[in-house]
């Protein structure tokens, strides 16, 4: 069976001077094509290349092959050899979050908090990224029922007046329900039905409003939800 990197591979055997750029395309082929073995022998190949600025693609590549490939081992492993390019990398952060997604996957919650500490506390992590990590963060908290630090963070994330958006006011309200404070719950579910009637998360709002209130054995509330 024949690949659509088949092709480039050849032009990058047939022109040297094109070889590194050529090979970096078959990486990147490969990969869209989910074939991350193939991807990750043409990914290293370009890293060990002599052309510097393909470097550090070529170095976040290879970390989403680990990734998609499970490789979490393999993943520490190249984090620990690249220690010294990765202080060059401009995705650094995106390459700790991608550690951490994973050991949360395989239950090693308590390491990636570690490494999402890091990425916060890196001035470099974009605001999007931040965000991603925040709530990746909180939601690792929550689930080994650590709700007091998690709703914690949580307010540290509401200190900034452009944050106050629905995801974050839904899970504030549900880390508030799970530790009993159903009032300021059922204050955070109304104002999200009330300041965002368009999102999804305006229904599902409502109707953990009426959870709430079952929860406070007000079943009579519950039906006005």
Known sequence: MR?????VASVAAETPELAEEARFKVAEI???????DEAASHYERVL???QKDLRPKALLGLFYCDFYRQDLE?????????KASLAFIEKKQDILFLIA???DEKGHQGEAVQYLDEVLAD???????????????ISILASQGRQEQALKEL???FSSPESANEQA???????????????DALAAYQKITADFPGSPLARFASFQTAATYLKMEKPAEAREA
């Open 3 to 7: 690949y659509v990197g088949e092709p």
């Open 30 to 36: 490969y990969f869209a094509q989910k074939i991350y």
């Open 48 to 50: 060990k290349g002599p």
């Open 74 to 82: 393999g993943m520490q492993r190249r984090l620990e050899a690249e």
């Open 101 to 103: 997604s994973l050991l």
């Open 123 to 137: 001035a470099g992590t974009s605001s999007n990224l931040r965000e991603k990590t925040q709530f990746k963060k």
């Open 155 to 157: 307010e540290g994330y």
């Open 169 to 183: 006011l839904f899970q504030k309200a549900d880390l508030l329900a799970e530790i009993g404070r159903y009032d």
